[in-house]
């Protein structure tokens, strides 16, 4: 009987010849020194905007970057991985998971089909912007305020158009609205309670955006759970409204990455188009469905956050030589008016290791610092070193 003969064997992976790699490929000593030819090919709108980056040393008490102080209960992490490792692995998550959708819509008081999840509300900001900034449209947003809006405004091609805050770093609604009127505005994006200050919008601010202007208003209520009103109920009056959510803060889950866009059903199927496909994985799906299950013992910690933000305020209210800003976040921001900022964020990390962020380089906050809110004995840690700092 006739047989086929059988191929011979592939050769060994170290047999295969290998392709020549191009000189400028080995690293530094092919490359030239300054990268000037790659940088060439770099949109100049990018090149000139700073980087989105964070230097946090180590510290026994890290209150630098508005995370919940608490880890998300065992019991919780357990009902987690055992979702996570029920699904298969080896296949892609779904876009929009129908019964996530469903329980994030009754639970935001909204529609399954005008909402969008994402790798974080970060994500869903770039989204945003991406499917409604045209090369050259406008951007308008507070001063100061969460610096990612300026820096994708400029990647994507658009004019970014501050609105400083006014007194106190209250919002200024006139003046945000003469902008986005005067600039004819594409986007005014709207940060409340607002980072880095921890102001509210006022009520009633939104709906005066949507009505006397024409302008995609972007609501990112990132710190919403802690004080200050919602945009959430005009998202059935106008189709020209974005709120966003995430799940970092109050919810304390900023290691696994999950945010949410809520809008008309219409405009969410266009945000879509921008966003990266199948990058909110089997982990943070599953972490969603449950945070979500286990919401009233989470939202226990929100209450303690705001007593504690309270207690702070007060005993801050005590010292002298600086003002603290009225907050509705998990942080409060102070302006030291007797010792520099940078000097008291360097003693606080070296003689009391407590981490906390130093905004002072930014022009509207000179000599401030942002203390987010962690546990009482943070509160206490906090106000006795400050207490001694300044006493010096």
């Not at 949109?43 to 995370?67: F, G, I």
């Not at 912007?129 to 969460?146: C, D, K, N, Y």
């Not at 906050?365 to 004995?377: M, N």
Request: charged share 20%; glycine share 8%.
């Amino acid at each position: 009987m006739n047989r086929t003969p059988t191929p011979p064997p592939d050769p060994p992976a170290a047999l295969v010849p290998a392709r020549p790699i191009p000189d400028a490929a080995r690293g530094p000593a092919g490359a030239t020194s300054d990268g000037a030819e790659g940088l060439a090919l770099i949109k100049p709108a990018v090149r000139a905007q700073s980087a989105y980056t964070l230097h946090a040393p180590a510290a026994r008490r890290k209150l630098n970057q508005n995370e919940s102080p608490w880890d998300l209960p065992p019991e919780l992490k357990r009902e987690i991985l055992a979702a996570a490792e029920a699904a298969p692995w080896q296949r892609y998550p779904e876009f929009a998971p129908p019964a996530l959708l469903a329980e994030l819509a009754a639970h935001y008081g909204w529609v399954a089909d005008g909402v969008l999840v994402g790798n974080g509300s970060n994500e869903l900001i770039q989204a945003t912007l991406a499917v409604a900034l045209e090369p050259g449209g406008v951007v308008v947003a507070p001063s100061p305020t969460f610096s990612l809006y300026r820096l994708l405004t400029g990647v994507l091609g658009g004019h970014y158009r501050p609105v400083p805050l006014g007194r106190d770093f209250a919002y200024d609604v006139d003046a945000l609205v003469d902008t986005a009127v005067r600039e004819h505005a594409r986007v005014v994006v709207l940060n409340s309670p607002n980072n880095p200050t921890g102001s509210a919008l006022p009520e009633g601010a939104v709906r005066r955006m949507l009505e006397e202007t024409g302008a995609l208003i972007v609501c990112d209520e990132a710190y919403q759970e802690f004080g200050g009103p919602t945009a959430l109920p005009l998202l059935a009056e106008s189709s020209r409204l974005v709120v966003l959510r995430t799940f970092s803060k109050a919810l304390g889950m900023a290691g696994l990455r999950f945010g949410l866009a809520l809008a008309h059903p219409a405009v969410v199927r266009e945000i879509a188009k921008a966003k990266l496909p199948y990058n909110v994985n089997v982990v943070t799906l599953a972490a969603a469905a449950a945070a979500l299950r286990h919401g009233p013992a989470l939202e226990e910690r929100v209450r303690l956050i705001v007593e504690n933000r309270r207690r702070l305020v007060a005993r801050l209210g005590q010292l002298p030589g600086i003002t603290v800003f009225p907050s509705a976040a998990n942080f409060v921001l102070v302006r030291f008016e007797r010792q520099p900022a940078r000097e008291v964020f360097r003693r606080l990390l070296d003689e009391h290791g407590i981490l906390v962020r130093d905004v002072s380089g930014g022009s509207e906050l000179t000599q401030c610092l942002r203390i987010s809110i962690g546990t009482a004995e943070d509160v206490e840690a906090v106000a006795e070193g400050l207490e001694q700092i300044l006493s010096a």
